[in-house]
């Protein structure tokens, strides 16, 4: 065996090895949520708004990637999606219910988080800091066989089983982020929305971590700054610029050598890429 089908061979087993886990979370009951927003608008004040009426609709087991440039409204609009950021105007719904009418604690349960900003050092060890994930769900404070293995399921998805005993606080940035999205996964939630994930990750990390992500159960809402990353993987693109929503749909429609110079002030040549048949970026000034 050459050294290309050892290494195609080793991204295969490790490829099934990934799809069982997931399958497995499947197992664990999760049960993919719609989500909407309706002409929703947000601001830190009334006088400003950073989110401008935007309205769509994410189908249960979407993926959905947000783009747009620094400052544009990515997170502030993630935030409303996950009942920080209360709507001034408009309204949230998960599966057709409005997010404010539901707990916080209801929505912990549903939806899973992975922000920008990390926990600060809580103390805490690798196998501690994915527990955390269980806790929405948990009716005891006792830890039971089956919580146990989600856990582990977890951390060896995100390949941090050998990092369990370590402090979370002295893990590498790509490390800690791995283990925070472990921690998502044993939330075994119907929604999953991270802001920027692939932040910190090498190249081989980011691409293993958007093709699991692909493959979860579950609905998938992820702000990405790599445009190539948001054209391979997502369903749907949604282009922000300026608290506006710019274009929402196939990565085909929505990436046009006009709407990004338009929104990213870039010229780009796209072509096709010749394996996964998405558009491909080469871009200059
Ligand atoms: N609470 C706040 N008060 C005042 N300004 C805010 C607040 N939150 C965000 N902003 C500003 O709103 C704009 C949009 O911020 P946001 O974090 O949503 O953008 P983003 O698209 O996620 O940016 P980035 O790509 O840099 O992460 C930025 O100019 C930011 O400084």
New binding site residues.
């Given amino acids: 065996m050459n050294a290309k089908s050892l290494a195609s061979a080793f991204t295969f087993q490790k490829l099934e090895l990934l799809q069982k886990q997931a399958k497995t979370l499947e197992e664990a009951k999760c049960r993919p949520a719609s989500m909407e927003l309706r002409s929703v608008s947000w601001?830190?004040?009334a006088n400003?708004s950073?989110?401008k009426s935007v309205s769509l609709q994410v189908k249960p087991a979407e993926f959905l990637a947000i783009v747009?440039?620094?400052?544009?409204?990515?997170?502030?609009?993630?935030?409303c999606l996950y009942r920080i950021n209360q709507p001034s105007q408009g309204q949230v719904f998960l599966d057709g219910e409005s997010l404010w009418d539901l707990s916080a604690h209801d929505c912990a349960k549903r939806i899973a988080t992975v922000l920008?900003d990390a926990p600060g050092d809580l103390g805490l060890s690798v196998f501690d800091m994915v527990e955390i994930g269980l806790t929405p769900k948990s009716h005891t404070w006792r830890r039971s066989k089956s919580d146990s293995a989600l856990i582990e399921e977890a951390m060896s998805l995100m390949n941090v089983e050998h990092l369990a005993h370590r402090l979370f606080s002295t893990l590498s940035g790509g490390e800690r982020q791995r283990v925070l999205i472990a921690r998502a996964l044993a939330q075994r939630p119907d929604v999953l929305i991270l802001?920027?994930p692939t932040n910190h990750l090498d190249i081989r990390h980011q691409l293993e971590l958007l093709d699991l992500l692909a493959k979860l159960p579950c609905t998938l809402i992820i702000?990405l700054?790599d445009l190539s990353l948001a054209s391979t993987y997502a369903d749907r693109v949604l282009i922000?610029q300026d608290?506006e929503m710019q274009a929402c749909s196939a990565p085909s429609q929505a990436f046009t050598e006009q709407s990004i110079k338009q929104v990213f002030d870039v010229d780009t040549v796209i072509d096709c890429h010749p394996i996964t048949q998405r558009p491909r970026f080469s871009f200059y000034l």
């Fill in positions: 601001g830190p004040n400003k950073l989110v747009g440039p620094n400052g544009s409204g990515k997170t502030s609009l993630l935030r920008q802001d920027e702000s700054h922000m608290g």
